[in-house]
């Protein structure tokens, strides 16, 4: 029964050709713009996403104490959480987390390297966690026992000579600490009187260039509680004792902000790459919203185009549907030939949408590939020159329509003409088909 409906509502269309074409038309302009629109925003996050790290820094999660707590409802000292061992080990238990990487820091001291000194960024970490960290080496292995470190692409960029004179005072210079000898001196003023402390310091590994570990050296954790508990003369209490930072290695994209979420809600502050992508992700869904409803408005322009044409062939139809009726039809066949009538409608359009949609796409990319494989020129800088980010990190994906999207779009399209095709069709079905067959 249904297929013979289905051929009827194909007859009647292709009586109307003209008609049917100019109202799928306003359907197609509508479909465009939603996919169009939205592709701008998948291309424009998949660009930003490129432009942030790589996706192992994606999974990175950097977790502080939550600072700032005032106010007349603030809790007492002794109920603000702590990074301490404790809270390491609820950390391991959530849910997507693939390792808890506590740091503390060395509490002072400098480095020596002949005549010159310099600074850097002790960091204390546990070595069976290195392989989470998303490190590499470029000399050396990418381990650390006691007494050995790793150290930083930039960490002996700035020494300097403290008995330098005249235009050399604080003149830096760098130092390969891969290759070149040198100590760790602490100082202690813990005691009444200061003395210092001098360390020789074996590398095991310079490290690859890395935004968070440049001018950092990595050392193992229990040497840097020693070191400290030496310069201040404080043995860590296991019950008291607080990590300076603590890095959380999720095990995917997707599970960060899950894991982020968590880390919240024990009370600390979330933060990195991995927290970073999360804010992007949120302004870029609030983006697709945003676009997505203003090309939706061209699809409401075009559902009224279809109400009105449905109405135009009812109108035109009426003493046929008288006689459908006088010979058996039901109010629901009615109905049915109508909704089918409007929701091809909006399929012909949709599909003629996303088929426009992909050539718009391929132009569009196209045309940014070549922009950005162009050399640039000052007096003549192309398409790409009105574009806010260089074009060559998002490969020519300017436009991105997924499979998903399409198939959104398409069935949005077909929906809009069924639910704009509802009244007239609901009027056809409830028209008695005595006045019906008298309509001239």
Do not use: C
């Amino acid at each position: 029964m249904f297929s013979e409906l289905l051929a009827l509502a194909l007859n009647n269309l292709s009586r109307a050709r003209a008609r049917l074409l100019m109202t799928a038309g306003g359907v197609l302009v509508g479909t465009t713009a939603v996919i169009l629109l939205i592709a701008l925003t998948l291309g424009l996050q998949q660009a930003a996403e490129a432009s942030i790290g790589n996706s192992a820094q994606l999974t990175e999660i950097d977790v502080y104490p939550s600072y700032g707590f005032a106010g007349p409802n603030a809790p007492p000292p002794e109920d603000v959480p702590t990074l301490n061992v404790k809270t390491v080990q609820k950390l391991w238990q959530i849910p997507g987390v693939a390792a808890v990487i506590p740091v503390t820091r060395l509490q002072g001291g400098e480095l020596i390297a002949g005549k010159l000194s310099g600074f850097v960024d002790v960091q204390g970490v546990d070595p069976r966690l290195l392989p989470f960290m998303n490190l590499g080496v470029q000399e050396g292995e990418l381990d650390i026992r006691r007494g050995e470190v790793l150290i930083g692409a930039n960490a002996g960029d700035y020494f300097y000579d403290p008995n330098a004179q005249g235009e050399n005072a604080g003149q830096s210079t760098p130092v390969d600490l891969f290759t070149t000898p040198f100590r760790l001196r602490l100082y202690q003023y813990s005691s009444a009187t200061p003395s210092e402390r001098r360390i020789n310091i074996k590398v095991k590994g310079k490290l690859l260039p890395a935004d968070r570990y440049n001018f950092s050296m990595l050392m193992h954790i229990q040497d840097v509680l020693a070191y400290n508990e030496w310069i201040t003369g404080v043995r860590p209490d296991p019950e008291t004792f607080t990590y300076d930072q603590v890095i959380i290695r999720t095990t995917s994209r997707e599970t960060t902000n899950t894991v982020s979420s968590a880390v919240r809600e024990m009370g600390f502050q979330a933060g990195g790459m991995g927290e970073y992508l999360n804010q992007l992700n949120g302004f870029f869904s609030t983006m697709r919203l945003v676009l997505g409803g203003v090309g939706g408005v061209a699809l409401l322009v075009a559902a009224f185009g279809v109400a009105n044409t449905m109405t135009m062939a009812i109108l035109e139809r009426t003493k046929e549907i008288g006689l459908m009726k006088a010979i058996g039809a039901t109010d629901r066949d009615v109905l049915t030939v109508f909704l089918i009538e409007a929701g091809l409608v909006g399929l012909v359009g949709g599909l003629a949408g996303v088929g426009l949609s992909y050539f718009l796409q391929n132009l569009v990319n196209q045309a940014v590939l070549a922009a950005s494989q162009t050399p640039a020129d000052p007096n003549n800088p192309g398409i790409g020159g009105f574009l806010p980010f260089d074009t060559s990190r998002i490969g020519g994906q300017l436009l991105v329509i997924s499979p998903e999207l399409a198939l959104f779009a398409l069935l949005l399209a077909t929906g809009v003409g069924l639910t704009a095709g509802l009244y007239p069709a609901l009027r056809a079905a409830r028209m008695a088909p005595v006045i019906a067959l008298k309509m001239e």
